[in-house]
């Protein structure tokens, strides 16, 4: 958080919005979420 912060990719004002909001999701019936996460290596050939 206090990267996105300090980048001014978003300010502390957004954080406490979207956790707002995302509290307020969790109590929806038809919620769901999803994360994907993946990882790649790759070698060369010589």
Do not use: K, N
């Amino acid at each position: 958080m206090e990267a996105t912060i300090g980048h001014g990719l978003a300010s502390e004002d957004d954080f406490d919005r979207w956790r707002r909001s995302l509290d307020e999701w969790i109590h929806e019936p038809g919620a769901f979420a999803a994360f994907a996460w993946g990882e790649t290596i790759g070698r060369r050939p010589w």
